[in-house]
């Protein structure tokens, strides 16, 4: 397996414009999870995917920003009408979520510059 | 609340142990976990230990937890200038969904 990947690796875009990132975890990983991460601090949790459901967001997730995870396989992340304060560092991660397994593994992230 | 608190800075020299600590605030956190970042890259899982064991070891890494204090130690032996990068503590409850991070402890090796 070789392990989580994320596309792009890096996005600059001019603000107002949309993009959108996509993840594709571990195979057998049910659960699918998006951070946000700016510089010197910790990843923030944004959402999590249990399988196609999205079943938790962050007050973090505004309105602007949608997640998607149609098969319960890849997902997909998109900012519209983006602002300079998005961006950031996006990671995701995915977990077995079952047997006791929730460790959660990273992707290489996609960093988001808005100019 | 949820809060993870680290100290920001760690220097040790080469060979020497390096001993990274984490507070948590979560009484009910089940799972706490270390990860390694390296500049520009994402995050790697080091180890994890589980609420109801206070220690683990797994080669040159030794976590130590003390559930009464909620502190959280991570202790490299033999530290190399390779070990140089950002550790991450973080914790999350029973089904593990939602994980909360620390800052992050940069941990510098001199040679």
């Known amino acids: 397996d070789t392990g989580v990947s994320q596309d792009p690796r890096h996005k600059i875009t001019k603000r107002g414009q949309n993009v959108t990132f996509r993840c594709d975890p571990i195979s057998e990983h049910n659960r699918l999870y998006w951070y946000r991460q700016t510089l010197g601090q910790g990843p923030e949790f944004l959402t999590y995917f249990q399988n196609e459901a999205q079943l938790e967001k962050s007050r973090l997730l505004s309105d602007r920003f949608s997640a998607e995870r149609p098969k319960g396989s890849f997902s997909t992340l998109e900012i519209q009408r983006t602002e300079q304060g998005d961006s950031a560092m996006y990671l995701c991660?995915?977990?077995?979520?079952?047997?006791?397994?929730?460790?959660?593994?990273f992707g290489p992230g996609t960093r988001l510059t808005v100019t | 609340g949820e809060d993870v608190e680290q100290s920001l800075f760690l220097s040790v020299r080469e060979g020497d142990s390096s001993v990274i600590n984490c507070t948590y605030t979560d009484s009910s956190s089940t799972y706490l976990y270390w990860y390694k970042q390296e500049p520009g890259a994402g995050l790697q899982l080091l180890t994890y230990?589980?609420?109801?064991?206070d220690m683990k070891q797994d080669q040159r890494l030794t976590v130590l937890l003390n559930k009464k204090d909620k502190h959280l130690s991570l202790r490299i032996a033999d530290t190399q200038t390779g070990d140089s990068a950002i550790y991450f503590c973080a914790e999350s409850r029973n089904g593990g969904f939602k994980t909360i991070f620390g800052a992050g402890t940069r941990l510098f090796v001199k040679a």
């Open positions: 991660a995915s977990s077995l979520g079952s047997q006791g397994r929730y460790e959660q593994y």
């Open positions: 230990i589980f609420s109801n064991m």
